[in-house]
């Protein structure tokens, strides 16, 4: 499941910081634009998500909004370049 959330900018990296000590959280990262941090989270299921959502992220200190997109396929992980 892809997360884009929108933090306020001063509580960017205790965001981040919490988020990245989440087991669910395999990736997160700041970018820019109308959402400022991108995560890729795995849950079991959709009860595990909601529960996710708005027990460990909604919480967090400076999340002002949370969009999410699951992730239906994938065509490419990332791996190690081989020579």
């Not at 892809?2 to 990736?27: D, R, Y």
């Not at 999410?68 to 994938?74: E, F, K």
């Not at 490419?76 to 020579?83: D, E, H, N, R, S």
């Given at each position: ?33 109308e ?22 992220v ?5 999340v002002?909004?949370?969009e ?7 065509v ?8």
């Open positions: 499941m892809l997360l884009w959330l929108s933090v306020a900018p001063a509580h960017l990296e205790t965001v981040g910081k919490a988020l990245a000590g989440h087991p669910e959280v395999v990736f997160a990262a700041a970018t820019t634009g959402t400022n941090v991108v995560v890729t989270v795995i849950c079991p299921d959709m009860a595990a998500l909601y529960g996710y959502l708005t027990r460990r909604g919480p967090l200190p400076g002002e909004r949370v999410s997109a699951p992730s239906l396929r994938h490419k992980q990332v791996g190690a370049v081989l020579p």
